[in-house]
C-alpha cells in the first residue's frame, strides 16, 4: 500500500467510526439527557468516553492483529457465535440506519423547505452514490472527513453564541448532582454501541492495513475517532446547557433543532439543517457499508454483490422511513438497544483476544483486558437498571 493511501486509511477509518457515531440519534440524544441533566450530563459523556475508549480499544487491537472481521473471529471461537453477532449488528444498524434517513430528510426540509420524505429520498440517492463509484473507499474515507470537520466548525459557532456557563459545566463534569443510568448505556449505545464500534477496524481489514506492526497507527485510528466524536459531543451538549441553563423548553419534536434556534435564531437553525444532513448522511453511510460487512465472508455471493446489497441497505431503511416515519422515540430507543450489543461483542473479543489458536503469537494487554471485562459489566448492570 502507498503511504499516502496508508494514512488515507487510518484516518479515514477514523472519521467513519466517529461520523457514523455522530448521527441524528446522536443529536438527539445529547440535546434530550441534557435538558433532563443539566451540567451533570458532563458527567455521563465523561464516563461514556471512558467506556468508549476501553470498548475501541480492546476491538480494534484484536480484530486487526488477527486480520478478521468480527463475524469470522466469533465464528472461529466458537461455531455459530458469528451468526448471532452478525443478526445483532445487522437489525440494529438497520434500525439506526431508518432514523439516519429521517435524518437527513430533516435536514434537506430544514435547508430548503422540501418534504421531509423527499429530502430522505434525495439524500439517499446521494449516499447510493458513493458506493456506485468504482473507489467507494477513497471516497467514503474523504465524505467522512470532509463533512467531520464542517460539524465541528458550525457546532463551534453555535456554542459561541449560546454562551453557557462553561466553569458550571466543567465542575460537574467531575462533580456530578445526579446520575441517570438509561442516559449513559443510550449515550454509550448511541456513541459505538452496534455497527458502530466495528465500523473503522473493518474499514482497515478492508484496506489491508493489519497485523501487529501496525498497531501503533491502529491505536492512534482508535483513539482519534473516539476523541473527534468526544469533542462534537462536549460541544452539543454545552451549546444544548447555553439554552436550557435560561429556562427554555426544548421542543420535544425537534429537541436538537430548537437548541440551535433558540441559540442562534433563523441562521441557527439553518446551521442545524446542515449539521444534521451532515452527521444523518455520513451515518446512512457508515451504518450501511459496516452492516454489510457482516455479512461479506458468510458467502461468496455476498462478497461478489457486497456493493449491490449496501444499495439495497440504503434503499430497504429509505422506504421504511418514508412509509411509517416517526423517527425521533426510535432514534433514543435504538441507541439502548445498542447499548446491549457492545457488552455481547466486546465479550466475544475478550474471549478471542485469549485464544491462541486464534491470535498466534500476540499476547493482548493484561490492562486492556480487564478495563473491557469492566464495560462488559458496567454495560450489563447499567442496562438491568435501565429496565429494571
Not at 496508508?6 to 484516518?11: D, F, N, V
Not at 434537506?108 to 473507489?135: M, N, P, T, Y
Amino acid at each position: 500500500m502507498q503511504k499516502n493511501t496508508y494514512k488515507g486509511a487510518i484516518t479515514g477509518a477514523a472519521f467513519l467510526m466517529a461520523t457514523s457515531a455522530i448521527g441524528p440519534g446522536f443529536l438527539t440524544q445529547t440535546t434530550v439527557f441534557t435538558g433532563q441533566l443539566f451540567a451533570s450530563f458532563g458527567f455521563v459523556i465523561l464516563l461514556s468516553i471512558l467506556l468508549d475508549i476501553a470498548a475501541q480499544l480492546n476491538i480494534w487491537r484484536v480484530l486487526a492483529v488477527s486480520n478478521k472481521r468480527a463475524q469470522d473471529l466469533a465464528n472461529d471461537l466458537l461455531p455459530g457465535l458469528g451468526y448471532l453477532l452478525a443478526f445483532l449488528i445487522v437489525i440494529g444498524g438497520l434500525a439506526f440506519n431508518i432514523g439516519n434517513v429521517a435524518g437527513a430528510g430533516l435536514g434537506l426540509e430544514v435547508l430548503f423547505g422540501v418534504d421531509v420524505k423527499i429530502g430522505a429520498i434525495i439524500s439517499a440517492v446521494i449516499a447510493i452514490g458513493i458506493f456506485v463509484s468504482k473507489e467507494a473507499g477513497k471516497v467514503m474515507d474523504n465524505f467522512a472527513k470532509i463533512l467531520g470537520f464542517v460539524m465541528i466548525i458550525l457546532i463551534l459557532y453555535v456554542v459561541f453564541v449560546a454562551k453557557p456557563p462553561v466553569f458550571d459545566a466543567i465542575h460537574h463534569t467531575f462533580i456530578p448532582q445526579k446520575f441517570d443510568a438509561l442516559a449513559t448505556i443510550t449515550l454509550v449505545g448511541g456513541t459505538v454501541g452496534g455497527y458502530i464500534t466495528f465500523a473503522g477496524v473493518h474499514r482497515l481489514i478492508d484496506a489491508g492495513v493489519g497485523g501487529q506492526e501496525n498497531l501503533p497507527q491502529i491505536n492512534k485510528s482508535a483513539t482519534r475517532g473516539i476523541l473527534v466524536t468526544a469533542i462534537v459531543r462536549y460541544l452539543l451538549f454545552l451549546a444544548s446547557l447555553g439554552v436550557v441553563a435560561t429556562g427554555f423548553s426544548l421542543n420535544q419534536n425537534n429537541p436538537a433543532g430548537s437548541v440551535f434556534q433558540s441559540a442562534a435564531g433563523n441562521i441557527g437553525y439553518k446551521i442545524f439543517g446542515i449539521v444534521i444532513w451532515c452527521a444523518a448522511i455520513t451515518s446512512v453511510v457508515g451504518a450501511a457499508y459496516t452492516s454489510v460487512s457482516f455479512l461479506r465472508t458468510f458467502h461468496p455471493v455476498f462478497e461478489k454483490f457486497h456493493r449491490s446489497i449496501i444499495i439495497g441497505f440504503i434503499v430497504f431503511s429509505s422506504i421504511v422511513f418514508v412509509l411509517i416515519g416517526k423517527p425521533v422515540k426510535t432514534l433514543v430507543w435504538v441507541g439502548t438497544l445498542n447499548g446491549f450489543i457492545l457488552p455481547i461483542g466486546l465479550a466475544i473479543i475478550l474471549l478471542a483476544s485469549r485464544n491462541a489458536r486464534l491470535m498466534g503469537t500476540y499476547k493482548h494487554a493484561v490492562f486492556l483486558q480487564i478495563i473491557g471485562w469492566l464495560v462488559v459489566f458496567a454495560m450489563f448492570a447499567m442496562a438491568i437498571k435501565a429496565f429494571l
